[in-house]
C-alpha cells in the first residue's frame, strides 16, 4: 500500500490539474471564438478598388460592430472571383451579384439571406448603352456587326442577362456582333462614351451613380434595351458558416432603416429585405437556359 499512495497521489494531482487547466482554457477559448474575425468581401461595384472600399466598409464595420467581431473586407476585381472565394469558403459573407450568388450556391452551397434595396426598391435593370450617334430603328436587328463588349462572366447584368436576351432572340452575340466581354461595367460605360465600342452592357444604377458623379453625361450614351425587373444584389453566407450567426447578420441588415441606411451604406442604398435562394430563381433559370449550370437534381 505505501507503493501505491505516491502512485495514486500523482494520478489525483494529474486530474486536478487538468481540471484546473480546463477550467482555466475554456473561458478563453470562448472568448477567442467570440472574436473571431468575419471575411467580408464585396463586388467591384465602383470604378476602382478603393472607391469600392471606401463607399461599403461602414457597412460592413456596422454589422461588425453589432456582432461584437473583429472582421476583414476583401474587395474583389471581377465578379466571378468573388464567387469562386465564397463557394471556397475563403471567405464568409458577401454582398455580390445575383448572379455571382447563383454560382456560388451551385458550386459550393452558398445561401442569400437577405435583398438590399436601392432607393427603396429591391430590383434593378440591365441596359445596354450605345454610341448617342447610332441609328437603331429596329433593336435588335439592325445591330449586327457592331462593337459589342460585355461584361466578365460573373456578372448578372452585364454578362448573363443580356446573352439570356440574346438567345432568346435566336442570337448568339458571338457571331452577331463583334464581340469581347470581360470588363468592368465602369469601363463599358467610358468605351462606349469614347467610342472604342458601339454597344455595352451596364446595370441602370451603375450608369445613373457615373452621371451623377459627374463621370459622364446622361447624353454620352443612349439606353437602347432595358431588361425586366431583376432582383437586387444578395448579401450571401458560405457553405457551413453558423446558422445562428447568420440568422442574427439577416436580423441586422432588415433593421437597417433609412435614415441608418444613410450614414452605412453607399448612396441610394435604403435597406434590405429577407430573401432565400427562391428569391433569385429567375437568375437560376436564366443561367440554366444559357447552359452556364445545370439544374437542380
Known sequence: MAVRKPFFRTILSIVLSLGVVAGVTMLPV????????????????????QDTRNAFEPFFRYI?????????????????GISVALANRHIDVAWMGPWGYVLAHHSG?????????????????????????????????????????LADVGSTSGWLIPTYYFK????????????????????????????????????????????EKGIVKRTDARIVWTSDPL???????????????????????????????????PKHYTGWVKADHASYKLIEDAGI?????????
Open 64 to 80: 461588425a460592430e453589432k456582432l461584437n467581431r473583429d472582421y476583414e473586407l476583401i474587395v474583389t476585381n471581377d465578379w466571378a
Open 289 to 297: 437556359d444559357v447552359g452556364r449550370i445545370k439544374p437542380n437534381p
Open 109 to 149: 452551397g452558398a445561401q442569400a439571406i437577405a435583398t438590399v434595396k436601392y432607393d427603396g426598391k429591391p430590383f434593378y435593370h440591365s441596359i445596354m448603352l450605345a454610341r448617342p450617334d447610332l441609328k437603331l430603328e429596329k433593336w435588335p436587328e439592325d445591330a449586327r456587326g457592331l462593337r459589342l463588349s
Open 168 to 211: 432568346s432572340k435566336g442570337i448568339d452575340p458571338k457571331n452577331f456582333f463583334v464581340y469581347r466581354d470581360g470588363a468592368s461595367h465602369a469601363a463599358n460605360v467610358t468605351s462606349v462614351v469614347n467610342g472604342q465600342v458601339d454597344l455595352a452592357s451596364d446595370f441602370d444604377r451603375n450608369f445613373n451613380g457615373m452621371v
Open 231 to 265: 432582383p437586387n444584389d444578395p448579401l450571401v453566407v458560405r457553405s457551413g458558416f453558423d446558422p445562428v450567426l447568420a440568422k442574427k447578420i439577416q436580423a441586422i441588415v432588415e433593421s437597417i432603416d433609412e435614415t441608418t441606411a444613410k450614414a452605412i451604406m
Open 30 to 49: 470562448k472568448q477567442i471564438a467570440a472574436r473571431e474575425k468575419i471575411r467580408f468581401a464585396v463586388g467591384p461595384y465602383q470604378p476602382t478598388t
